[in-house]
């Protein structure tokens, strides 16, 4: 049975799994003003006696539930609980229609406001972690991962992006009504649309097309930034084994952002990523989430380092393969950089206050390479792949990683590999001290 997250408590439900979420949703612009009704498809893994759903800020105006009585429900402190009027046994199927409406807004975290955010003109969503809420009621877990149906009616003149396939897109006088289907499981925080003044740019069809959407402003400094786009997506399907979706989009807002950020399918990026020095290695970086993250999810906030160390490895990768700095000359670099940080982040529980602590991700990346170096660049590529085809659309903790590491090195090189191996991992996973490379 899942655990709840013991980083993030207070989010999502160990009790049931959400099997399908369908979003109705119609979004005004210039009111910020988010109404529709999501139908939420879920089996109880447990006797229930009520439904905990996480919404942020919204008036809920109905609950209706087939499969169980509906006792009553109340909706505080951006938790929607749902009392069934009689427990539904373990098991069981149940349909949850909740009717909302408001203004969406930022869910406040340790980390930053999370999830809506209003553009200059337009909207993005970028969850991670625990933002999902800030637009759809939702079990909030990261490994709770469910199939999605969003449809969104905006005015006519926006373009819609959700994860997904597009499905179905109707025009009506002044508005116009997006449908997008998602048929991977999702975690809820991955679930995204970016509503804004855009158009669609091709990075290549090989071996599943890419695009950019944005701005047509943007559209020559990308077309000249993201030329070779399609050359990483073949490295790392060579690296990392198929990619995992349908396609890939990148989503360049006219506003600045902080940092990109994945989604399913998608990365959202700022108009400052295409010009400043981070913008290079951001895109592999963002790219790679698609493996690491979006297709094998974490199990717990806890295991992040599984998302950011292999997204941060990835962006050295693509340095040796583009035939700039080589991953283990970036490995020296930064490994320099953090022997004189503080020695007190142990990588395999590094605290939910640190979880995007750069020495997470850089650390994280280093782990990867000292093992790669133990391994052989045959195994280590092999046991890469394995991991995510055995874990793809599933969800992971930092002991699967270990087991798969002993298996692949006890088949490579019998039990003293696979010693050597797990030696390694403990000094660098479990121990706050920076191991030597």
């Given at each position: 049975m899942?655990?709840?997250d013991p980083y993030?408590?207070?989010h999502?439900?160990?009790a049931f799994?959400?099997?399908?979420?369908?979003?109705?949703?119609t979004?005004?612009?210039a009111a910020?003003r988010?109404?529709?009704?999501?139908?939420?498809r879920?089996?109880a893994l447990?006797?229930?006696s009520?439904i905990?759903?996480?919404l942020n800020?919204?008036?809920?105006e109905?609950v209706s539930?087939?499969g169980a009585?509906?006792g009553?429900y109340?909706h505080r402190?951006?938790k929607?609980?749902?009392?069934?009027?009689?427990d539904a046994a373990?098991?069981?199927?149940l349909?949850v229609?909740?009717?909302?409406?408001?203004?969406?807004r930022?869910?406040p975290?340790p980390?930053?406001?999370?999830?809506?955010e209003?553009?200059?003109?337009g909207?993005?969503v970028?969850?991670?972690?625990t933002?999902?809420?800030?637009?759809?009621?939702?079990?909030d877990h990261p490994?709770d991962?469910?199939?999605?149906?969003t449809?969104?009616?905006?005015?006519?003149?926006?373009f819609v992006?959700?994860?997904g396939e597009?499905t179905?897109r109707r025009?009506?006088a002044?508005?116009?009504?997006?449908?997008?289907e998602?048929r991977?499981p999702t975690?809820a925080?991955?679930a995204t649309v970016?509503?804004?003044?855009?158009?669609?740019?091709s990075l290549?069809?090989s071996p599943?097309?890419?695009?950019?959407v944005?701005?047509p402003?943007?559209?020559?400094?990308?077309?000249?930034?993201?030329a070779?786009?399609?050359?990483?997506?073949?490295?790392f399907?060579r690296?990392?084994g198929?990619y995992?979706f349908?396609?890939y989009?990148?989503?360049?807002?006219?506003?600045?952002?902080e940092?990109?950020?994945?989604?399913?399918?998608v990365s959202i990026?700022?108009?400052n990523?295409?010009?400043?020095d981070?913008?290079?290695r951001?895109?592999p970086?963002e790219?790679?989430h698609?493996w690491f993250?979006?297709?094998v999810?974490?199990s717990?906030?806890q295991?992040?380092?599984l998302?950011e160390g292999f997204?941060?490895?990835a962006?050295w990768?693509w340095?040796?393969a583009?035939?700039d700095?080589?991953a283990?000359?970036?490995a020296?670099n930064?490994?320099?950089?953090l022997?004189?940080?503080?020695?007190?982040l142990?990588?395999?529980?590094p605290?939910?206050e640190?979880i995007?602590d750069?020495?997470?991700y850089?650390r994280?990346a280093?782990?990867?390479?000292?093992?790669?170096?133990?391994l052989?660049?045959?195994?280590?590529f092999?046991l890469?792949r394995?991991?995510t085809?055995?874990?793809?659309?599933?969800?992971?903790?930092?002991d699967?990683?270990?087991?798969?590491v002993?298996?692949?090195?006890?088949?490579a090189g019998?039990e003293?590999l696979?010693s050597?191996?797990?030696?390694?991992?403990?000094?660098?996973?479990?121990?706050a001290?920076l191991?030597?490379?």
């Amino acid at each position: 049975m899942r655990a709840r997250d013991p980083y993030r408590p207070a989010h999502g439900s160990d009790a049931f799994q959400v099997e399908h979420y369908d979003l109705d949703l119609t979004y005004r612009v210039a009111a910020n003003r988010l109404a529709g009704t999501a139908t939420l498809r879920l089996r109880a893994l447990e006797q229930l006696s009520e439904i905990s759903l996480d919404l942020n800020g919204f008036t809920v105006e109905n609950v209706s539930v087939t499969g169980a009585r509906l006792g009553r429900y109340r909706h505080r402190a951006r938790k929607l609980v749902i009392k069934l009027a009689d427990d539904a046994a373990a098991g069981s199927e149940l349909h949850v229609s909740v009717r909302y409406a408001g203004n969406p807004r930022p869910v406040p975290s340790p980390w930053g406001p999370l999830g809506w955010e209003e553009l200059e003109d337009g909207a993005l969503v970028a969850s991670q972690p625990t933002g999902a809420s800030s637009w759809f009621p939702c079990n909030d877990h990261p490994a709770d991962k469910a199939t999605y149906r969003t449809s969104l009616t905006v005015d006519s003149p926006y373009f819609v992006l959700a994860h997904g396939e597009l499905t179905g897109r109707r025009v009506r006088a002044a508005t116009t009504t997006w449908v997008y289907e998602e048929r991977h499981p999702t975690s809820a925080y991955l679930a995204t649309v970016q509503i804004g003044p855009y158009e669609e740019l091709s990075l290549g069809t090989s071996p599943v097309p890419q695009r950019a959407v944005l701005p047509p402003s943007l559209k020559k400094l990308a077309r000249r930034q993201l030329a070779h786009h399609g050359k990483i997506m073949r490295t790392f399907t060579r690296l990392f084994g198929p990619y995992p979706f349908a396609g890939y989009a990148l989503v360049v807002t006219a506003d600045d952002l902080e940092i990109p950020v994945e989604a399913q399918g998608v990365s959202i990026f700022g108009a400052n990523h295409l010009t400043d020095d981070d913008g290079e290695r951001l895109v592999p970086h963002e790219l790679a989430h698609q493996w690491f993250g979006n297709s094998v999810s974490v199990s717990s906030w806890q295991h992040i380092w599984l998302n950011e160390g292999f997204a941060c490895y990835a962006e050295w990768l693509w340095s040796e393969a583009a035939g700039d700095a080589s991953a283990a000359d970036l490995a020296r670099n930064w490994h320099a950089r953090l022997a004189v940080l503080e020695q007190d982040l142990v990588l395999a529980d590094p605290g939910p206050e640190n979880i995007f602590d750069d020495r997470v991700y850089k650390r994280g990346a280093l782990t990867l390479h000292a093992l790669r170096s133990v391994l052989g660049d045959e195994v280590f590529f092999d046991l890469v792949r394995d991991w995510t085809a055995r874990h793809r659309y599933g969800a992971v903790d930092t002991d699967d990683f270990r087991d798969l590491v002993e298996e692949h090195a006890a088949r490579a090189g019998g039990e003293p590999l696979a010693s050597r191996s797990a030696a390694l991992l403990t000094r660098w996973l479990d121990s706050a001290e920076l191991p030597a490379l």
